[in-house]
């Protein structure tokens, strides 16, 4: 077991919470660990909005391209690759943790196998309205599509022909989505995320700006997390 203080960010997808931790990263000179389960897998780039290749490489990324579609993946498993991972970083580098994938938050701050506390745990997460989340989910969408989702899909397939269930239930891989099924599917998504850290955490709210998580950070933050 590994112990670490970290910044913590959690929110729904679309929020602006990755642009917001890589500013903040950037500024305190801190490696970057994704608690988003779809970007484990390898080839998933554009359909997940994963990070630029030269953003992965400038952070020292955790939990990305930890997997290929074709394999199962946990949050046991998330959570030993980030324990491989942080085993990485220098202790006297800070860490910086975002994602909107509550239940690998959950498994850092409490354990896998610990009982839930009341109240659950405490920690940041992006409060937004849901209709600025519906249009920039929109706009994603858009580019998404112009940078060849549809190619990226087809070539993903033909590679694995047998995907498992964890990388099957990945927006916007699935045979015969269109535009408008992603977008349902991903709003529908961002309100689930919204309600998982409603009720399944001690909500931090904070608005999506950099300022505000930046002052969050510097009162409540960092937080002890435990890397199995």
């Known amino acids: 077991m ?3 203080d970290a910044y913590i960010l ?3 997808t679309a929020s602006g919470k990755s642009a917001i931790a890589a500013s903040l990263a ?3 000179g801190a490696r ?3 608690a988003d389960s779809m970007l484990v897998y390898k080839g998933m780039d554009i359909g997940t909005a994963k ?3 030269a953003e992965i490489e400038e952070f020292g990324m ?3 391209d930890v997997v290929t579609p074709a394999e199962e993946f946990s ?3 998330w959570l030993r690759a980030a324990a491989k991972w942080i085993r990485t970083v220098p202790e006297d580098v800070p860490v910086v943790i975002v994602g909107g994938t509550g239940l690998y938050f959950s498994a850092l701050l409490r354990g896998l196998d610990g009982e839930w506390k009341n109240p659950p745990p405490e920690y940041p997460v992006i409060r937004i309205d849901r209709a600025v989340v519906r249009k920039r989910i929109a706009d994603r969408l858009d580019d998404m599509f112009m940078a060849g989702l549809e190619d990226e899909k087809r070539t993903l397939h033909e590679r694995y022909p047998v995907w498992s269930k964890t990388a099957s239930l990945a927006i916007g891989y699935r045979e015969g989505d269109d535009r408008d099924k992603i977008f349902i599917r991903t709003c529908q998504l961002a309100k689930r995320q919204d309600t998982w850290f409603r009720h399944q955490s001690t909500p ?5 700006t950099v300022d505000a998580v930046r002052e969050c950070w510097r009162e409540k933050g960092p937080w002890r997390v435990k890397f199995a």
Request: charged fraction near 25%.
């Open 10 to 12: 959690a929110g729904p």
């Open 26 to 28: 950037r500024e305190m």
């Open 75 to 77: 949050s046991g498993a």
């Open 204 to 208: 931090l709210y904070v608005d999506p």
């Open 51 to 53: 990070p630029p290749r």
């Open 2 to 4: 590994t112990e670490r």
């Open 32 to 34: 970057i660990l994704s």
């Open 62 to 64: 955790g939990g990305v």
